[in-house]
């Protein structure tokens, strides 16, 4: 929608697609909602992210993940990407940390393709680069039947991701949204988090 916006602008027309901010009255049910799914999959972790993975909310699981991340780092806006990458984020504890980048590069780069080279997506893909130079686009492709993400908290967590979009938004905020869930993908990651 916001590329739709932008041709729209560009050709002297009014844009199509509103955009209001997340915080606004005209979403507050929507945003509500979206509050409630977060906190519906607790106890595993949650995130509701922006196009370009910022945090715009999280359920309180998350909160168990971060301990021991660089303070500067949790600052909004919190970018799950910087965050995973960094070394005083995640990036020491990750376990499988070259399948992990390279997942997430691989996003980002499927993002950046679908924006038309949004400059801040563009941006945050340098970023990462410098993160972990040299590191290519990681290892083959494991057997399991998805990505895992190994993360070492307290003990090794395997979770899975699935990410959600909202149904045929009609507003560019809310296109921007995905809501991001972590699923144990072992019995003793799922004991783990329920415990």
Do not use: K
């Amino acid at each position: 929608m916001a590329e739709q916006n932008a041709l729209l602008l560009g050709g002297g027309f009014v844009p199509r697609y509103p955009q209001r901010p997340a915080d606004g009255p005209e979403l507050a049910s929507v945003m509500d909602g979206l509050r409630r799914l977060l906190d519906a999959h607790a106890p595993f972790p949650a995130l509701l992210l922006d196009d370009h993975w910022d945090v715009v909310d999280a359920n309180a699981a998350v909160d168990g993940l971060l301990v021991g991340c660089a303070p500067e780092l949790l600052e909004p806006p919190l970018n799950v990407i910087r965050l995973c990458l960094h070394p005083g984020g995640l990036a020491p504890r990750i376990r499988n940390l070259p399948t992990w980048r390279a997942h997430l590069r691989g996003q980002l780069d499927e993002r950046i393709v679908r924006s038309g080279g949004d400059p801040g997506l563009l941006a945050l893909r340098e970023e990462a680069e410098a993160l972990s130079p040299g590191a290519g686009q990681g290892p083959p492709p494991r057997p399991d039947p998805v990505v895992l993400l190994e993360l070492e908290a307290g003990g090794l967590l395997r979770l899975f991701s699935v990410a959600t979009r909202i149904e045929n938004p009609q507003d560019v905020t809310l296109d921007g949204l995905h809501l991001e869930t972590f699923v144990p993908a072992d019995e003793a990651t799922r004991a783990a988090l329920s415990g």
